[in-house]
């Protein structure tokens, strides 16, 4: 079974607009941290946010924010005032326990136009 | 601080012919270290799990004996791709997990292996 669900292939935003990657998980460790990437065209994984499952308060940093809906295994990404320079393919990953192991998705990939 | 570094960035070789990819942790100590492989848009798949002192640990599907993954020092693993062949063209990334914070891991910028 998938441990991450990313089902949107390809998004496109316009610049300034919000947008939301969806994420959906699986495990049944209680444990389990949550991470977004972004992947720019040079292949680089640029870590984003991170939210950890006894977390209380949903991630947030700067203009990326995680809603986490712990009930519905949902960890979706929502970036805020887009950004040209934020189109890229996007990852949600979970590390399960005290495993260092990542399971990643099939990833987004969002189109800022102008 | 943990930055994480590959070399070479870009590599074309042979067929047959073997290719040896580094990476190292700058400014911190990896006890472990990943390696993954990812096509053209497509998702990061999970190649082998390295150990510092010990044997790697590789994911279903993957030979070993045709990526071999050394992790000699703490700050240091390497895969070496063994008489490659064309379909072992694609993007190589490492990763190295710092203990304490989020467990996160640091990616290194990849290497896009071409054999032709």
């Known amino acids: 079974a998938q441990k991450i669900t990313q089902t949107q292939p390809g998004m496109f935003v316009q610049e300034k607009e919000a947008v ?12 389990y941290g949550l991470f977004w990437y972004k992947q720019p065209s040079s292949g680089e994984m640029i870590f984003l946010i991170y939210q950890g499952s006894y977390d209380q308060q949903n991630a947030t940093e700067g203009r990326y924010s995680l809603n986490f809906q712990k009930a519905r295994k949902s960890a979706n990404l929502v970036i805020s005032a887009s950004q040209l320079g934020d189109s890229a393919m996007y990852f949600c990953a979970m590390r399960e326990g005290n495993d260092y192991k990542l399971s990643f998705g099939a990833g987004t990939t969002v189109t800022v136009r102008a | 601080g943990a930055v994480v570094s590959q070399h070479p960035s870009r ?28 096509f053209p848009k497509q998702s990061l798949m999970l190649m082998a799990t390295s150990n510092e002192g010990s044997k790697a640990t590789y994911e279903q599907g993957v030979e070993k004996d045709k990526f071999l993954i050394n992790h000699a020092s703490l700050t240091l693993s390497t895969l070496t791709v063994t008489s490659a062949h064309p379909e072992d063209s694609s993007f190589y990334i490492c990763s190295a997990s710092r203990t304490g914070g989020f467990n996160e891991q640091f990616f290194g910028p990849g290497t896009r292996l071409t054999v032709l």
């Open chain 1, 20 to 31: 939301t990657l969806d994420c959906t998980y699986d495990t049944s460790d209680p444990s």
């Open chain 2, 11 to 38: 590599v074309i070789c042979k067929s047959g012919t073997s290719v040896k990819i580094e990476c190292r942790s700058l400014d911190f100590q990896a006890t472990t270290m990943f390696w993954y492989r990812q």
